[in-house]
């Protein structure tokens, strides 16, 4: 058999199930995910290799509209450069609903002259299921795709019909990753994710678009990995919010995040966190760039 590499771009607006999709695809975790819009902050590529053929899905920002800062402009033209530079696009929309940042997705994809499957996601949801059939035809109209889906990305439900849809799209060539390679992130980036998707779960409404986690140290020993972790914020309360009385927010949040990262790396870890102010860091060039926001 002729071997087969390509690329698959994961796009939709925020909170669509793009991350649960993809961990779902690969078998594991790798893309942080919580009910809360805009999780996803970085182009993660997850890489599955069946055989000859090797699909690397890249999971994107949710596109959207607003945000100032200089961070949220940077999540949507990392996610609007993508649809550019893979070969399929997998469009994920969330069951009947339809808003804006749909239609803006789907502006770009009609830009791009690349296959793409549209995903209705979110489908074990939909309480009326014959509105489904009048909907899938509603979409078909608004852009030649290669194929509609309704599947659950939570469920698992026609997952793998997808995966069967995308394998024929892949080009002929060799694989670019080594066969048993999940991701070409690191795992100390990985391990600042696990962190920061804690914070997701255990604050407010607010606070985790005002926070990001940056790993000062990893040390791999014998028998441990040694992990620093530094949690930054924008305001004061912020700072007491993630520690919370006599420390008990932060320690909750990093005992969840270590059992994570446990499973991640196969062996103890220690982790120590802590908190800092730094006022307007989602606006500061320099500073994401450093934390890894240029993608």
Known sequence: MTATCGYIALVGRPNVGKSTLLNHILQQKLSITSRKPQTTRHVIRGILTEGECQMVYVDTPGIHRGGTKHMSRLMNQAAEA???????????????????????VLKHIKNADVP?????????QIEDKNKLLPW?????????????IPLSAKTGFSVD?????????????????????????????????????????????????????????????????????????????????IIGDRGSKLKTIASQARLDMERLLGQPVFLKCWCKVKSGWADDERLLKQLGYDN
């Open 116 to 124: 793409c499957i549209l995903v209705i996601n979110k489908v074990d």
């Open 161 to 241: 019909a997808l995966q069967k849809l995308i394998k024929p799209l892949m080009p002929e060539g060799p694989h670019l990753f080594e066969d048993d390679q999940f991701t070409d992130r690191s795992t100390r980036f990985l391990c600042a994710e696990l962190l920061r998707e804690k914070i997701f779960r255990f604050t407010g409404q607010e606070l985790p678009y005002s926070t990001t986690v940056d790993i000062e140290v990893y040390e791999e020993e014998e028998k441990l990995v040694r992990i620093q972790a530094l949690i930054l914020v924008e305001k004061d309360n912020h700072k007491r919010m």
């Open 82 to 104: 993508t649809v550019h530079d893979v070969d399929v696009i997998v469009f994920v929309v969330e069951g009947t609903h339809w808003t804006e940042d749909d239609a803006r």
């Open 136 to 148: 899938l035809e509603h979409l078909s109209q608004q852009h030649d795709f290669a194929n509609i």
